[in-house]
């Protein structure tokens, strides 16, 4: 049987798919005990032993100062952010997208503009952004929108370009004027594309969280790896990132189910 | 007057010509049929007369003014390849366009109905479901239909609106003779009562001349073996129809019983 | 013009820490209502962008050095105030070296520090002390964060950097400190500025902010309790512990009296750091592009003493406000 | 004519496009005219007088230290090791996002891990990047390629998945093993979709670039950014972002036309 | 042996039955037309015998052993909406499957032939073009095709491998009837000369009876009016048929002859 058409059992799906990261974790007791032996006071790769305190610290003992958790405080403020941040882009992304993918005059109007936004890194131009967004919450949440509305936006447009002349043709055959041809027709369409977008940006955002929290912020996961890591404090770091890639994880996984469930025709047209 | 003007029509792809100098005068209510080599522009005709594609020189004129360069609810259209929402079930597909129906403000504000516009369009698009044999299917997605079954789905959405003149490219290629008798019936009883002009591309010649009131023959009036994209084609033959409406339906109801007893005898054999 | 809520925005740092125990201690709260006004105190972790905040008008007053006093709201035409002079570097920031005994062997190599910073400067000064020039060195813009993890790759041999991640640095084996600010004491200073216009404006506000800072000081001097546990919540807030904490403050001279402050203002001393200050600025193109000669940007210091242009005086030392905590009159 | 039907005429749809940039442009020189009124030495928002001279100081003046004029050896520093990440990004997105996309086994096994990869905030991990890639050329080009390289994968992944199964199995049909299938079946409908995902990534190239010569540089137009940084120099920094974003929208325009021109099918059934 | 043999062969799609209990025996050589109601599983039937779709229950053997569960060369198809290549010229479409004849090296490491197996086999496929009448359209993106031409690609491109099995579903419904007719002859001849073994659903009573040696009619048996997805379609008659390849091209040719005819009576009229 070809190699296209052989397909892994649920099973061996789900071991295959733990492979590399176990090897990952191979390699990284490897060279962490090698960097150890070498020199027993290494930061840089620290023990398990050593992480797990550290876990034990951040995420299972109360801050007597605070009487936090830190890590759940800090989750529960970077996801916030997160949330609101995504939530914000979706929608531009959709709305501007969908407008810039179908009419003419608005591509002509707006997309060079787009595109030159979403080339501006936002994080060279950060004074003027502060200024006009201000230091506190909206400030972090606008740096995420700046860095992946622009993306979305541009996705979006692009897929409806995607779609074909004969379905707007048929459509305004059927009487749709503009606004209702983009209710209807390329909307709904839309929104599994949306949910892509969003999944493929997902890593973006959380970078641009975190480096939202640590230029000015007194919380948030961002915040708590820029505390640690003028002290080299890999022992907090690395289950930090562990646990914001667990979570982008399950929030990529999340979105696929959603799509999965709620637009039955996307899926049923395409192979995977 | 004539709802359709062509005059002196030339369409070219590149170097490529399509159509060359095409004439052609269609009253209201006509239903023309047309045939030709398949490739020689019948489809590039009707995607001009839906205002799709433009004629690159000549007029064509929808009630004496030139039509306008884009699809209206006007003309309504079935293309070739049946293209319908991969979005929306099949009750749905069929829904859309009394939803969208531009008068009411709801149409225009959300492309949808509410209410008592909802149920009446519910109930008008499941008897045309029922017409064209998909009430069974009606909550599946197109992805999950037949090759026939989406060209029906296709065939009713767009007659489902009424429109004043209704395009029809090769609706019936994919459907079995049963049913497509049926949809023959469908359309003539549609032309009849809302008196449209149809435009009916097909290449099974007896329904070309079962159906039309005119039969138009696209074809090449010259040819050069070198250069075989140098000349278009035009219209050949444009023949008058005598056969109306309702001696139609009878004719196609004896036709109906052909098959019957098709089945009949094969049972026997 | 005056006003009522003012905002001050510190980084975090050894000697800034303070003014977090002073935010949640409830100190400024108390000195700022005793003034009649509010004073938020914003915590903004990338030091050079609350300076630049600052500088562009979003605060009334910010922690930063003498050198970055200078070059960013001075040379930016905010005319800043040092209401405080905290402390100075006294070995809290040193050049290190990886596979080196003396400070000559830096010769040829490259040197990563956060160009244009204070490390930028005290390099330049060890340099000079041993009669080499920047031209000896190739240095090379290493970000704050990123220093340690760079001094780990065998591509790095020689830093410029100050704590903790300078005791990071040492803590790893073959790491030789050459040169260290306690052998140009006094030169690096950590202040606590405002905007000279909002000061003038509204006193109020400077007192408020020069009187909570000195009882914080005075806590935290104690080696009672409560001095304990304000250094551990200085430690925490930084990331570390008292112990850790501690161990930073050792390296720095805190003036916990407003007297030594008052006195170190108007002593000589600082205007000859200064004048060493502008000229590496100036010779590193950090008074902006107009500048014509370290005399662009005028600094002004107790008792009439000035440097550079007067009638552009941007960088004030005034220790009148230390002077009246000095005396009890706040 | 219904709006999704109007199309603008050339001049109307550049002058259209222009319009933006000119708004943005009056809104900056209305904002820097007040706070410029307000202190005339203000770094913020500096005038476009400052800003020329400034321009002329980088752009057009030799280095009297170095020799050189310091823009276009910043630009050339940046631009090569920009075209070497977008290279190797795309090769790496190309091939494993067609091998995820159409081998099962392969997918079981990768698509988690990328997806994982895709998600770490790698500025948080730099000290564990630094010790692999070490700290010259290599780390900067690497840091661009893991900021984008599984951005391309998933995406490209995703359009293979979008493939009809009839092409695939039609391909089969023919002789097709899975190798050939992919090489040309799958590879050449996959250019425009590289194109496509290579011109949505340019944003998050420059993006890392710019984070990797801040963090370990002695040249490049990120290092000289966040070199300026430190004393609020607007004038160039402006400047600066406005020459990449100019560079950006240009490499963006020129993969555009590159793939109109190269893959004339791709345009020719989609509605654009 | 037979080539194909279908025991007890159930096919459901979630509660839907599509296919119940189909039982069929095909002697290799033989030319299976298929017949029967839009939607009733033809296409299904087909998918099956390609290894695109799993069988829910029973048997499907190929020479004895189970149907490989894929594609392969064995078995061409065209598809009843034509699917070539959108990245490839017409020419390129039809050459595809001779470079990818798995037997040489460079076929299998880069999927393309060189040299004189390039031009040979650029050489065959231009002669398959002009078989099908795309000759001067080889330059040309299927997207640029019209229906009948792109279906005529689909043609093409699958007949020129030869495959033991070939499988077409509705392969003329988009021609007119002189393309038509070509392309019966053509099919009828490969047929002949490799031996192959053909299944072809068809619309057209006529085509199916004059072009198969055996005529498959699918239809449901049973029906419940309220359940209408509860029971499938079965082969309900399987008629064998006489006339056989070298007769049916004399006939054909007298069909042209007749459609001839009928282009003249026009003209005069
Ligand atoms: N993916 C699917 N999911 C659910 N139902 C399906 C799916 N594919 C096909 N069906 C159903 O199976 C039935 C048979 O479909 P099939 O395509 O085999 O019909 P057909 O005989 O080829 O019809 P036609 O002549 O119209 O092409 C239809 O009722 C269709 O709705
Ligand atoms: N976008 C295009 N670019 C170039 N040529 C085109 C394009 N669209 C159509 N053509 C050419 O125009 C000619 C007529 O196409 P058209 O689709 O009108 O044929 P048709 O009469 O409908 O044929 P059929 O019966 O096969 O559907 C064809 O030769 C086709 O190659
Ligand atoms: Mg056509
Ligand atoms: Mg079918």
Redesign the pocket.
């Given at each position: 049987m070809r190699l296209v058409n052989r397909k892994p059992g649920r099973m061996a799906a789900l071991s295959l798919g733990a492979l590399p990261f176990v090897l990952l974790l191979i390699a990284y007791l490897v060279a962490s005990g090698l960097r150890l032996a070498e020199n027993p006071d290494d930061k840089l790769m620290p023990s398990f032993a050593s992480i797990g305190a550290a876990i034990h610290q951040v995420a299972f003992t109360e801050n007597p100062r605070s009487g936090e958790i830190v890590l759940w405080s800090d989750t529960w403020a970077s996801l916030k952010r997160l949330g609101i941040a995504l939530g914000a882009s979706a929608l531009i992304g959709l709305c501007l997208g969908i407008l810039i993918g179908i009419v003419p005059y608005l591509r002509a109007a707006l997309a060079p503009f787009i595109t030159a936004l979403s080339m501006i890194p936002p994080l060279a131009i950060l004074p003027i952004l502060f200024i006009v967004f201000g230091l506190d919450e909206l400030s972090k949440v606008m740096l995420i929108v700046i860095g992946i509305a622009p993306f979305i936006v541009r996705d979006i447009a692009l897929r409806v370009g995607e779609l074909p002349a004969e379905q707007l043709i048929k459509a305004q055959t059927l009487g749709a004027g503009s606004w209702p041809l983009m209710l209807r027709v390329v909307l709904p369409q839309m929104w599994p594309r949306l949910i892509d977008a969003l999944r493929l940006s997902l890593g973006a955002a959380w970078l641009f969280l975190i480096a939202a929290e640590a230029i000015a912020s007194t919380d948030g996961l961002g915040y708590r790896i820029f505390l640690v890591r003028r002290y080299l404090s890999m022992d907090i770091i690395l289950p930090y990132v562990v646990w914001i890639t667990l979570l982008a994880f399950c929030m990529d996984y999340a979105l696929r189910l959603l799509s999965r469930r709620l637009f039955p025709w996307a899926e049923?047209g395409a192979r995977r | 007057m004539n709802i359709i003007s062509v005059r002196k029509l030339w369409k070219t792809y590149g170097e490529q010509v399509v159509l060359e100098n095409l004439n052609l005068e269609v009253k209201e209510h006509e239903f023309v049929t047309i045939v030709g080599a398949s490739g020689c522009g019948k489809t590039t005709f009707l995607r001009m007369l839906l205002g799709q594609e433009a004629p690159s020189r000549g007029e064509f004129l929808l009630d004496g003014r030139p039509l306008p360069n884009e699809p209206g609810p006007d003309r309504g259209i079935v293309f070739q390849r049946y293209s319908v929402f991969p979005h929306l079930t099949v009750l749905e597909n069929v829904m859309l366009g009394l939803e969208l129906d531009g008068r009411s403000p709801s149409a225009r504000l959300l492309g949808r109905a509410f209410g008592s516009r909802r149920r009446e369009a519910r109930e008008r698009a499941r008897a045309m479901l029922v017409e064209v044999g998909l009430d069974a299917?009606r909550d599946?997605y197109p992805?999950?239909?037949?090759?026939?079954?989406q060209q029906r789905l296709s065939i009713a959405q767009s007659v489902i609106c009424n429109p004043r003149i209704l395009l029809l490219d090769e609706p019936f290629g994919?459907l079995?003779p049963g049913i497509s008798s049926d949809m023959h019936r469908l359309i003539l009883r549609l032309w009849e009562r809302h008196r449209m002009t149809i435009f009916m591309i097909t290449h099974d010649l007896r329904e070309g001349f079962e159906l039309g009131t005119r039969l138009l023959v696209f074809d090449k009036t010259r040819l050069d073996a070198q250069a075989p994209d140098a000349f278009g084609a035009t219209i050949t033959y444009d023949i008058p129809l005598n056969v109306k409406g309702n001696r139609l339906l009878q004719e196609l109801d004896a036709a109906t019983a052909r098959t019957e007893r098709f089945r009949e005898e094969v049972e026997l054999a | 013009q005056e006003k009522k809520k003012f905002k001050l925005a510190w980084s975090i740092y050894v000697g800034w820490m303070p003014w977090d125990y002073a935010d949640h201690s409830g100190i400024v709260k108390k000195w700022a209502d005793k003034y009649g006004i509010e004073i938020e105190v914003v915590q903004i972790n990338d030091y050079v962008e609350s300076i630049n905040q600052y500088t562009a008008g979003a605060f009334d007053a910010c922690v930063m050095t003498n050198m970055d006093a200078l070059t960013i709201p001075a040379a930016g035409g905010v005319d800043s105030t040092a209401l405080i002079v905290g402390d100075y570097s006294n070995g809290n920031d040193a050049v290190v070296l990886k596979g080196g005994k003396t400070l000559k062997d830096i010769k040829g190599r490259n040197v990563n520090l956060v160009e244009l910073s204070v490390s930028h400067y005290l390099l330049a000064r060890a340099l000079d002390s041993v009669g080499m020039s920047e031209r000896d060195v190739k240095v090379v813009n290493t970000s704050d964060a990123d220093i340690v993890a760079a001094f780990t790759t065998p591509q790095v041999n020689a830093v410029t950097l100050w704590n903790p991640q300078l005791a990071e640095v040492m803590a790893m084996p073959n790491a030789a400190k050459v040169f260290d600010s306690s052998r140009i004491p006094g030169e690096i200073l950590d202040l606590t500025v405002a905007n000279s216009d909002v000061l003038k404006a509204n006193p109020a506000f400077g007192k408020a902010l020069v009187g909570a800072w000195y009882e914080t000081m005075a806590i935290m001097a104690a080696d009672d309790a409560k001095g304990r546990a304000a250094r551990a919540h200085m430690g925490e807030a930084s990331g570390t512990d008292r112990a850790g904490y501690e161990a930073q403050l050792k390296a720095t001279h805190m003036y916990y009296q407003p007297a030594e402050g008052v006195a170190f203002t108007r002593s000589e001393q600082l205007v000859q750091t200064m004048d060493h200050v502008r000229k590496f600025s100036f010779a590193h193109g950090l008074l902006g592009e107009g500048a014509r000669s370290a005399d662009a940007v005028g600094i002004a210091f107790p008792g009439g003493k000035m440097l550079g242009n007067a009638r552009n005086l941007k960088l004030r030392f005034d220790d009148a406000w230390m002077q009246m905590a000095a005396e009890g009159k706040l």
């Open positions: 049923a | 299917a599946k992805s999950m239909l037949s090759g026939g079954m994919a079995d | -």
